[in-house]
């Protein structure tokens, strides 16, 4: 039996709603088949996007989503995919194949609408300009009588959308541009500058004393264990600046990216090292034993060391953390499926997945001090996807049924909690039993989410809870054969079902068998 403590009292940082956000890059079958089948499908759609996933979206709250890549996106040219005469071009990155540009700026901010999400933007630095950047930021949220207003009027939208984040490039130091960090450093500030102008902030905002309605401009920061990019972009973007941000007096930038994928065959020693023997000892998402469960895990749980180590840099030049630690890739990333295109990078998702990112989701919260934002690679038939689709059918995998048990940390408050842990695993690929994560909401009443990583051992928890009395306890759990998979012949095989949970003297107790995640609302006295 572990002991789990958790002080009510101790109220902590808010766990962002964005950190339960999704990435759709222009990739494989994601945007087209997986979200878009054009208005005259057979599918059941909305102006041509699939119902089915706009409501299964709708019903995990998805907060925020990011587009058209990855990748892809420092080869788009967004005028390329507005107006009635679009020009297709080649997929450069994701297998050559051609891209129509029939869903572009205002599928995907209709798309946003229709789910209830936030729209982040990712620019095009590696091959685009500051101009396009600024004018597709003016396209999308300018009121006024400019050029690109006047555009988007044109082409049938006469009300500026909402822009949650514009993203000022994507893997600078790889696809998107090669870049060293002191160079990009000075790319950022410059390009920053004028588009949070073009969105309402910086000298015009503190000029005209209006409240404009915030875009965060994000980074392009490290990819996985790369301290010294991290220290090197943080330091180029504070020093010497004539002001960091005129409208709030806060940093140009309010976010920093952070990319950090687990392969099958990644050692967290080693991590990406040799990025061709990782690719070439890569397996399928169901086909593992007990030490490939326990390596991966093990591999996934580092994202906790790599987050305090960036954190640690980043407190040396923003003590108070107002620049966000958004983890806009993450994920398992395996093998494609047999028969299908590598390049498109479709694979399945077993409850292996389930229980990798039910981690990551609990170490974010862990961590939502620093970190503001989060978005899992990829939304639909891609990496560790939330939804699959052929055809006319849809499902919806294990990872799914994690963001449904934990969409009520959104927006609550991190509690204080500690539970006691041992180690499990194989060989060198041992990892604690136990991840969780306890919040907060506005009503007063609790979520904890609790993670047995343990491929054939149960655990008893035993919790106690300081400062409260609860009078109701509602558990949910998702577990089964480890290696069990949704499929479109049976696709409710992984799915959340209800769990006894009972109320003791100080608390609760609830039994988690071997492999699973529950989740445990607690209406408190």
Same mark, same amino acid.
């Given at each position: 039996?572990?002991?789990?403590?958790?002080?009510?009292?101790?109220?902590?940082?808010?766990?962002?709603?964005?950190?339960?956000?999704? !990435? *759709? /890059?222009?990739? =494989?079958?994601?945007? &087209?088949?997986?979200?878009? +089948? #054009?208005?005259? @499908?057979?599918?059941?759609?909305?102006?041509?996007?699939?119902?089915?996933?706009?409501?299964?979206?709708?019903?995990?709250?998805?907060?925020?989503?990011?587009?058209?890549?990855?990748?892809?996106?420092?080869?788009?040219?967004?005028?390329?995919?507005?107006?009635?005469?679009?020009?297709?071009?080649?997929?450069?990155?994701?297998?050559?194949?051609?891209?129509?540009?029939?869903?572009?700026?205002?599928?995907?901010?209709? !798309? *946003? /609408?229709?789910? =209830?999400?936030?729209? &982040?933007?990712?620019?095009? +630095? #590696?091959?685009? @300009?500051?101009?396009?950047?600024?004018?597709?930021?003016?396209?999308?949220?300018?009121?006024?009588?400019?050029?690109?207003?006047?555009?988007?009027?044109?082409?049938?939208?006469?009300?500026?959308?909402?822009?949650?984040?514009?993203?000022?490039?994507?893997?600078?130091?790889?696809?998107?541009?090669?870049?060293?960090?002191?160079?990009?450093?000075?790319?950022?500030?410059?390009?920053?500058?004028?588009?949070?102008?073009?969105?309402?902030?910086?000298?015009?905002?503190?000029?005209?004393?209006?409240?404009?309605?915030?875009?965060?401009?994000?980074?392009?920061?490290?990819?996985?264990?790369?301290?010294?990019?991290?220290?090197?972009?943080?330091?180029?973007?504070?020093?010497?600046?004539?002001?960091?941000?005129?409208?709030?007096?806060?940093?140009?930038?309010?976010?920093?990216?952070?990319?950090?994928?687990?392969?099958?065959?990644?050692?967290?020693?080693?991590?990406?090292?040799?990025?061709?023997?990782?690719?070439?000892?890569?397996?399928?998402?169901?086909?593992?034993?007990?030490?490939?469960?326990?390596?991966?895990?093990?591999?996934?749980?580092?994202?906790?060391?790599?987050?305090?180590?960036?954190?640690?840099?980043?407190?040396?030049?923003?003590?108070?953390?107002?620049?966000?630690?958004?983890?806009?890739?993450?994920?398992?990333?395996?093998?494609?499926?047999?028969?299908?295109?590598?390049?498109?990078?479709?694979?399945?998702?077993?409850?292996?997945?389930?229980?990798?990112?039910?981690?990551?989701?609990?170490?974010?919260?862990?961590?939502?001090?620093?970190?503001?934002?989060?978005?899992?690679?990829?939304?639909?038939?891609?990496?560790?996807?939330?939804?699959?689709?052929?055809?006319?059918?849809?499902?919806?995998?294990?990872?799914?049924?994690?963001?449904?048990?934990?969409?009520?940390?959104?927006?609550?408050?991190?509690?204080?909690?500690?539970?006691?842990?041992?180690?499990?695993?194989?060989?060198?690929?041992?990892?604690?039993?136990?991840?969780?994560?306890?919040?907060?909401?506005?009503?007063?009443?609790?979520?904890?989410?609790?993670?047995?990583?343990?491929?054939?051992?149960?655990?008893?928890?035993?919790?106690?809870?300081?400062?409260?009395?609860?009078?109701?306890?509602?558990?949910?759990?998702?577990?089964?054969?480890?290696?069990?998979?949704?499929?479109?012949?049976?696709?409710?095989?992984?799915?959340?079902?209800?769990?006894?949970?009972?109320?003791?003297?100080?608390?609760?107790?609830?039994?988690?068998?071997?492999?699973?995640?529950?989740?445990?609302?607690?209406?408190?006295?």
């Amino acid at each position: 039996m572990a002991k789990y403590l958790i002080n009510y009292l101790d109220k902590q940082s808010t766990i962002n709603k964005n950190i339960y956000g999704h !990435f *759709c /890059e222009h990739l =494989g079958r994601l945007v &087209y088949d997986g979200i878009w +089948v #054009g208005k005259d @499908s057979s599918i059941p759609n909305e102006n041509g996007v699939r119902k089915d996933v706009i409501d299964a979206l709708k019903q995990i709250r998805v907060p925020i989503m990011r587009w058209p890549g990855g990748c892809f996106a420092d080869t788009y040219h967004w005028k390329d995919g507005v107006g009635p005469n679009r020009k297709p071009i080649a997929n450069r990155f994701w297998g050559g194949t051609l891209e129509d540009n029939s869903f572009g700026t205002h599928e995907f901010m209709d !798309f *946003c /609408e229709a789910v =209830g999400a936030g729209a &982040y933007i990712s620019g095009n +630095v #590696g091959s685009g @300009s500051i101009r396009e950047m600024v004018e597709w930021a003016e396209y999308i949220r300018d009121d006024l009588n400019t050029p690109m207003a006047q555009l988007r009027r044109e082409n049938g939208r006469d009300k500026p959308w909402s822009l949650a984040a514009f993203g000022i490039g994507n893997e600078v130091w790889g696809c998107g541009g090669q870049m060293r960090p002191q160079y990009y450093a000075d790319q950022f500030r410059q390009a920053a500058h004028f588009i949070d102008t073009a969105v309402g902030g910086g000298l015009t905002a503190m000029l005209s004393g209006k409240t404009v309605e915030k875009t965060m401009i994000i980074a392009s920061g490290p990819n996985h264990e790369d301290y010294s990019f991290t220290d090197t972009l943080m330091k180029g973007l504070t020093e010497e600046m004539f002001m960091l941000n005129a409208s709030d007096g806060s940093f140009i930038a309010d976010g920093l990216s952070l990319h950090y994928y687990t392969f099958p065959s990644m050692s967290a020693d080693t991590g990406m090292d040799d990025v061709a023997g990782l690719f070439s000892k890569m397996r399928t998402a169901d086909d593992f034993g007990e030490n490939e469960w326990y390596q991966l895990l093990h591999t996934t749980a580092k994202i906790d060391e790599i987050v305090t180590r960036h954190d640690n840099i980043m407190s040396h030049y923003d003590p108070d953390k107002k620049v966000g630690l958004m983890v806009d890739e993450w994920g398992a990333w395996y093998r494609t499926e047999p028969g299908t295109n590598p390049s498109f990078l479709y694979q399945q998702n077993t409850l292996r997945d389930a229980i990798l990112a039910a981690i990551n989701l609990n170490v974010f919260n862990k961590h939502s001090d620093r970190v503001h934002l989060t978005t899992i690679a990829q939304m639909v038939n891609v990496l560790q996807s939330i939804i699959l689709t052929e055809g006319n059918k849809m499902l919806l995998t294990p990872t799914y049924h994690i963001y449904d048990m934990f969409k009520d940390h959104q927006d609550a408050t991190l509690l204080s909690s500690y539970v006691e842990k041992k180690k499990v695993g194989t060989n060198d690929n041992l990892i604690d039993n136990i991840f969780e994560s306890c919040s907060v909401d506005t009503d007063g009443n609790m979520l904890c989410t609790i993670c047995n990583t343990s491929i054939d051992t149960s655990e008893t928890i035993d919790g106690t809870i300081y400062g409260t009395s609860v009078k109701e306890v509602e558990a949910t759990i998702l577990t089964g054969d480890p290696h069990a998979k949704n499929t479109f012949d049976k696709p409710d095989t992984v799915a959340t079902k209800s769990w006894k949970a009972e109320l003791t003297d100080g608390g609760f107790k609830v039994e988690l068998p071997a492999a699973s995640v529950v989740s445990l609302k607690l209406k408190v006295n």
